[in-house]
């Protein structure tokens, strides 16, 4: 089982897209690690924790939005892109991708649009409009090769403020006897990784 909350060696990564909802616009550009968040290029000048945008923490992921004037030099729109590498199978795998998304952030704004991409296929987009609301859940058997990706994007709607979001998700091994883990190893293919505190 490969785990969100355990970044790094499982295969997570952290990037985003520069035109919301489009894979083909996917980049690392700028992302770097404080030890604490994966932090994207654009600095914010108000008051947050981290200032920097997007960002990604073990468990949760934030966009950023040119539609809030002034508050991003740039200006940049940023949807914060937690992508799966599966080049640690050695061949076609069945799997089961399940996880929960939640917008924790419940200062306002308009809330954010999760969407799940498999392999360049859209699974899921859900427009959330309920801060705080319960835990949303997915769950999707799927084969995945070495190659395969997947990306979970929260695009930021129109603004970006208070779109903190919650995304857990979890990859496993479909099995019909005892589970087992799927082997893991340290994967750096697509983008900069980072190992977060359990
Ligand atoms: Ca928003």
Redesign the pocket.
């Given at each position: 089982m490969l785990t969100a909350g355990t970044e790094g060696a499982n295969g997570f990564s952290y990037c985003y897209y520069t035109t919301f909802g489009s894979l083909a616009t996917f980049t690392t550009s700028g992302m770097t690690f404080d030890g604490t968040y994966w932090l994207g290029p654009f600095q914010w000048a108000g008051p947050s924790i981290p200032d920097k945008f997007p960002f990604f923490d073990a468990h949760t992921q934030h966009p950023v939005s040119i539609s809030n004037p002034g508050s991003i030099p740039g200006p940049a729109n940023a949807s914060a892109v937690r992508r799966y590498t599966a080049s640690e199978l050695a061949g076609p795998t069945s799997v089961t991708i399940a996880g929960t998304y939640q917008d924790v952030d419940t200062g306002g704004?308009?809330?954010?649009i999760f969407r799940i991409f498999i392999d360049g296929v859209l699974k899921l987009a859900d427009g959330l409009a309920d801060d705080g609301g319960a835990p949303k859940s997915f769950s999707f058997n799927v084969t995945l090769l070495p190659t395969s990706i997947v990306d979970f994007e929260v695009d930021?709607?129109?603004?970006?403020?208070f779109?903190r979001t919650l995304v857990t998700t979890t990859v496993s091994r479909k099995l019909f006897r005892s589970p087992s883990r799927v082997r893991r190893s340290y994967s750096s293919q697509h983008c900069k990784l980072a190992r977060f505190p359990n």
């Open positions: 704004g308009d809330s954010v930021p709607k129109n603004g970006f403020l779109d």
